[in-house]
């Protein structure tokens, strides 16, 4: 399913042609939890993680989505959904690894992006649920499932990646392979 050019009025008011960032969310693509002796954050992707991250990555050289930057937690389930997306969208942005991603709140991910260089303008975050469902909400002021492998597009009113706040942001479309693959 895609959400597309969802209406925000407060976000329309706000927003200056000049000065937008972009950010990608997406939740890491379907884990195993076949091996119960693994650490939660050495878990690998299973069998459909393995199909569907390829699968986004080549989503989004189709639909042109090409981001500056890729940064991803480094648990292995979102490093490697990571490494296939870029890989298979044939992506030439750099896959950066931030470990204060891995189990984060949506004040954490604020935290973390409030930090990236200003020249990056548009960035795809590779992460974990609940932190990405909830800073999706706290950025857009909407609620939305993001299942495993889920990707969000945001608008940012802002020209600064310190500037990022609560509803500064806007939900462009939100793409659940599931219903994508079908």
């Not at 639909?63 to 292995?76: F, M, V, W």
């Not at 991603?101 to 795809?124: F, G, K, M, N, Q």
């Amino acid at each position: 399913m895609i959400v597309n050019r969802l209406h925000d009025s407060k976000f329309e008011t706000k927003i200056s042609d000049e000065t937008m960032k972009t950010l990608f969310l997406m939740r890491h693509a379907k884990s195993s939890w076949d091996d119960p002796t693994l650490r939660d954050f050495d878990r690998p992707l299973n069998k459909r993680g393995l199909k569907t991250a390829p699968f986004m990555g080549k989503l989004m050289k189709q639909k042109n989505i090409n981001p500056d930057l890729i940064l991803s937690s480094p648990a292995k389930r979102a490093a490697c959904t990571a490494e296939l997306v870029k890989e298979h969208g044939n992506l030439s942005a750099e896959i950066s690894y931030e470990k204060r991603i891995y189990d984060a709140s949506a004040y954490d991910l604020l935290t973390v992006l409030s930090s990236i260089d200003d020249s990056i303008e548009s960035l795809l975050l590779v992460g974990h649920n609940p932190g990405l469902e909830d800073l999706l909400r706290v950025l857009t002021g909407q609620t939305h499932r993001m299942p495993t492998a889920a990707l969000a597009k945001i608008s940012l009113n802002i020209n600064a990646w310190q500037q990022i706040s609560e509803n500064f942001g806007k939900l462009e479309f939100l793409i659940k392979p599931k219903e994508e693959m079908k």
